[in-house]
């Protein structure tokens, strides 16, 4: 049952819109790709599913997000973009209720309200709130992000591949593989392995 990962406060809300918006709630195996997913049916309860690795801070904000698609899909159903104008007033309104103290430490909430004002498709793309996310997750070592790493050092993905961080671009950083010399771009949260 999904509950055990909510904070307890949150659980009446959380329940009165699962049957609101006719959904069933899963906590699932972990996803590389995502934290959470609506799925819709046309006929019967549409499913969301949570990844079960998330701490509980990150977990009701996914589980709001994907609440927010259950709520646009009752008003709208294909009509709209899945994160359009109408998607991001609903996780807004919805959020909310719980951007206060009793839900989240302060430095949470300082960067969790500043993503409200407009948030994106995925919070993992909101560097700063998925870091501080991280730092509150069970992890018995610590994890250490391409972001944290200065210019020069080298490190190996999970797949054992070495590289050196070269410069910052845009958003990602341009990274050289030793092996190769060929040139990768890393998104600034990937996990890695300081050599």
């Known amino acids: 049952m999904y509950l055990k990962y909510l904070n307890r406060k949150a659980e009446s809300q959380i329940l009165k819109w699962e049957k609101d918006f006719c959904v069933t709630i899963e906590v699932s195996r972990p996803c590389k790709t995502r934290l959470g997913v609506f799925i819709p049916k046309n006929n019967g309860k549409s499913l969301i599913k949570i990844n079960q690795d998330l701490n509980q801070y990150s977990f009701l904000i996914t589980l709001v997000h994907e609440l927010a698609h259950a709520s646009i899909w009752t008003k709208f159903g294909r009509r709209v973009k899945p994160h359009g104008d109408e998607w991001k007033k609903e996780f807004q309104k919805m959020m909310l209720r719980f951007l206060n103290p009793e839900y989240f430490p302060d430095d949470i909430l300082k960067v969790l309200s500043r993503h409200m004002i407009n948030p994106m498709a995925t ?16 992890n ?18 999970s797949d054992g591949r070495e590289f050196r961080k070269i410069k910052k671009m845009r958003k990602n950083y341009k990274c050289i593989e030793l092996k190769s010399g060929k ?13």
Do not use: H
């Open 123 to 138: 919070t993992v793309r909101d560097v700063k709130l998925t870091e501080i996310l991280m730092s509150y997750n069970d």
């Open 140 to 157: 018995d070592q610590e994890v250490i992000t391409i972001n944290s790493l200065e210019y020069g050092v080298c490190f190996k993905t």
């Open 183 to 195: 040139i990768y771009r890393f998104y600034p949260l990937a996990v890695v392995f300081p050599l």
